[in-house]
């Protein structure tokens, strides 16, 4: 069945980095677009990144471009986000998605960021 299992989450300092990995199975990762979003408490799942299905092309919200970095493997059907100057406002749950229309969500993974 289809999965998508991110990791790499957790407390980290500000100014700190952290790097998310998402693991896909079940399906054709190399066809699918693939995005990073996040869902603080008390907001809306918000998108942060998005790659296309080749890998290049990226895109960014304007609160963490500059700072974060999407990509992909589609030898390992991996997506990474790679955030770097964490601030607290960047605590919240991270989910990956595959996107082609129809699309799969993974269960998230938490990053506080807090002295």
């Known amino acids: 069945q289809v999965q998508l299992v991110e990791s790499g989450g957790g407390l980290v300092q500000p100014g700190g980095s952290l790097r998310l990995s998402c693991a896909a199975s079940g399906f054709i990762f190399s066809i699918y677009a693939m995005r990073w979003y996040r869902q603080a408490p008390g907001k809306e799942r918000e998108l942060v990144a ?57 269960q998230g993974t938490q990053v506080t960021v807090a002295s």
């Open 50 to 106: 998005r790659i296309t299905s080749t890998g290049t092309s990226t895109d960014y919200a304007d609160a963490v471009k500059g700072r974060f970095t999407i990509s992909r493997d589609n030898d390992k059907n991996m997506v990474y986000l790679q955030m770097n100057s964490l601030k607290s406002e960047d605590t919240a749950v991270y989910y990956c998605r595959a996107d082609r229309g129809v699309g799969y969500w993974g």
